[in-house]
């Protein structure tokens, strides 16, 4: 494996089978090389969020140039518009949206709950009204492989059913045990169509460790290519996330790629991969940044603030990014004041970088075996510069 | 002077003061090149708009690849926000927006025309209440000039005042009087402070063609170092345009440049080039690039039609835009359909670069004495493929 991993090049696919490797650890944390068709993803990495086809206002080649290896498809989105067949017959979603690195899908269950208006959830699958024109819509474990298959994400997820937290007890153990036998379903609808890219389990069983761990056996049990928590980031009080997260990590096998979903905060990503998680995805730094918040090394930065209205400091003079490093505070805040939606593009890209920035940085730390250390200096960074710099 | 003009690179300005002279001339037609400050401007030049210190969308760096030598300023939205004196303070406008290179400013007097309530015109100039926070703001022709050399653009406009058309006679008479003084007291006002830029008269009289050449000769006789044809563009017919262009720019300085404010289509800009027209701005190629129209060798193309949903083409495989050439139509039409930003932005980017390449190629046909072949083939070009390629 090359110790530099780099994505590849446009139209240069390596189209090598799923396969991922550890290539260091430090405590629980780790780092490592996902082999997809599509490219390396060197993890922990930072999936940017391309719901419809896009990452919100950013075009793609900056995206890449933050150093994303990978990125996030929205399932339900794409299968209602444009349609998963449509892309098929263009190609797929990487040829669609010309992004021909690595792509993960979703399974469209998490959107079918929080999207659209009268849903009903069968064994059979869930059946859903659409958000864009009202058409009834079935959505079966069966049916998401489909869709993904026809996307030809390199990652797919399985269907699964995903509660807001807080929730009773019976309420969560039937949707997870649900997601476990649409799990199953999900993987023999998988393994006849998909060679060579990778399917990931769902582990739910919401605030409740028992559940968790049930889910965690029964998905190792069926088998796949890398396991996910779900049912987070739906409400529940960060430190109830950080718990179900240190319990259910340890559970999961080693030798495979653990994601987390739907996660969250820089905070949220370090003390997450202190306990052992590879991946993650967040529409965090784009709709942050669509609202004036700008991540930097010395902690968050509301660009809206007057008191950028005259300051000729960039956001991080020693950033890789450019958009951070050429342009003025207060060229910023008044793009925010003037309505100009080039502003929220700037902040898009500025939070992609620094997401981006945070895992390349978490990874060499990882590597040299302080990654408590990097930790311990990136937060004491953010909070010790938010006076000064900040809000 | 360089046979082959470059912008100046970032941060190297040249510093050298206005300048214009011809390079070739076929017909009525003219090429030549503007020194400024901030660099050479190539024309026929078309002017981006950036209203608020950004081309609506669009990154400076499209911008600047599109081939874009110079962007226009609106002097009334930068002086209600986020106001002159500040962006003076932070280095004027150029190191405000990062634009290293040549910006002509307006007066702001179209603008507060059209865009502020309660205006009220005087000898003395005009007062009108802000149209962000009600402010009651006074804008005299010394006004006008100290707020563009507090930009410092490369080149500034007269505080004109533009009636809209049709109307009355004695009213389009009163305002051409009022602005040839305005004129006169801007001349004034710039000569003590503005070494090495240049500023602009603008012809007013309307569609009456005594009125225009009066103009003419009396901003002649106060002497500016180029022409505006103003008042058009403001309501009336495009043969109205035409005919005022083709009666007035005859009477303009051979030595000077010519600019036609506020202008306009592809179609327009070509006509406007024939009776001797060397610069334009306007807001249509980011504009109607907001609301999915491309403007292509081809002809425009309404991008949200539904024929373009399954379609693989890209807009222009030829061009050298690399939205136009690299995004199919269905992707691009997706994104006008999801709502996604991204969509407006790529397409104010193609349609950026169809408007250079137009004037490049206008450019390149004057100087090998072959404008009317140029017209000819362009026009038949867009008409041609109009039924299968667009629409």
């Given at each position: 494996m090359c110790p530099h991993p780099v994505n590849a090049p446009d139209d240069a696919v390596t189209q090598k089978p799923f396969s991922f490797h550890l290539t260091a650890t430090d405590g629980a944390a780790r780092s490592g090389e996902m082999v997809t068709p599509h490219g390396v993803v060197r993890t922990p990495a930072f999936m940017p969020v391309g719901t419809q086809g896009a990452i919100k206002g950013v075009h793609h080649d900056d995206v890449h140039a933050s150093g994303a290896d990978i990125i996030l498809g929205n399932t339900y989105h794409l299968m209602l518009r444009p349609g998963a067949e449509r892309i098929a017959a263009l190609g797929g979603l990487h040829a669609f949206m010309r992004w021909p690195f690595p792509i993960l899908t979703d399974s469209g269950g998490f959107q079918v709950m929080s999207l659209s208006a009268l849903r009903k959830v069968t064994e059979a699958g869930v059946t859903f009204r659409s958000h864009i024109d009202g058409a009834m819509v079935e959505l079966t474990p069966e049916r998401a492989i489909a869709v993904q298959n026809l996307l030809g994400s390199d990652i797919a997820m399985q269907l699964d059913e995903c509660v807001s937290l807080p929730a009773e007890s019976t309420e969560i153990e039937r949707a997870m045990r649900l997601s476990l036998r649409w799990a199953e379903r999900c993987k023999r609808a998988f393994e006849s169509a998909s060679p060579g890219r990778a399917l990931f389990g769902i582990?739910?069983?919401?605030?409740?460790?028992?559940?968790?761990?049930?889910?965690?056996?029964?998905?190792?049990?069926?088998?796949?290519?890398?396991?996910?928590?779900?049912?987070?980031?739906?409400?529940?009080?960060?430190?109830?996330?950080?718990?179900?997260?240190?319990?259910?990590?340890?559970?999961?096998?080693?030798?495979?790629?653990?994601?987390?979903?739907?996660?969250?905060?820089?905070?949220?990503?370090?003390?997450?991969?202190?306990?052992?998680?590879?991946?993650?995805?967040?529409?965090?730094?784009?709709?942050?940044?669509?609202?004036?918040?700008?991540?930097?090394?010395?902690?968050?930065?509301?660009?809206?603030?007057?008191?950028?209205?005259?300051?000729?400091?960039?956001?991080?003079?020693?950033?890789?990014?450019?958009?951070?490093?050429?342009?003025?505070?207060?060229?910023?805040?008044?793009?925010?004041?003037?309505?100009?939606?080039?502003?929220?593009?700037?902040?898009?890209?500025?939070?992609?970088?620094?997401?981006?920035?945070?895992?390349?940085?978490?990874?060499?730390?990882?590597?040299?075996?302080?990654?408590?250390?990097?930790?311990?200096?990136?937060?004491?960074?953010?909070?010790?510069?938010?006076?000064?710099?900040?809000?």
């Open positions: 582990v739910q069983g919401g605030d409740d460790q028992g559940f968790r761990e049930q889910s965690v056996r029964a998905l190792i049990d069926i088998g796949f290519h890398g396991y996910a928590i779900g049912g987070l980031a739906v409400g529940e009080a960060p430190e109830v996330m950080r718990k179900v997260v240190a319990e259910t990590a340890p559970a999961l096998p080693t030798e495979r790629p653990r994601y987390l979903m739907g996660v969250g905060t820089p905070a949220d990503l370090l003390a997450a991969v202190a306990r052992g998680i590879d991946m993650f995805d967040c529409v965090m730094p784009t709709r942050n940044g669509r609202h004036g918040l700008a991540f930097t090394r010395f902690g968050p930065i509301n660009i809206k603030n007057a008191q950028h209205a005259d300051d000729p400091r960039p956001l991080d003079a020693e950033s890789r990014c450019p958009a951070a490093r050429d342009f003025s505070r207060a060229y910023l805040h008044h793009l925010f004041k003037a309505g100009e939606a080039l502003g929220g593009t700037l902040l898009s890209i500025v939070n992609l970088f620094y997401y981006q920035d945070l895992m390349a940085g978490t990874r060499a730390a990882i590597a040299a075996g302080g990654f408590a250390d990097y930790v311990a200096q990136t937060t004491e960074q953010w909070s010790a510069k938010r006076d000064t710099a900040s809000q």
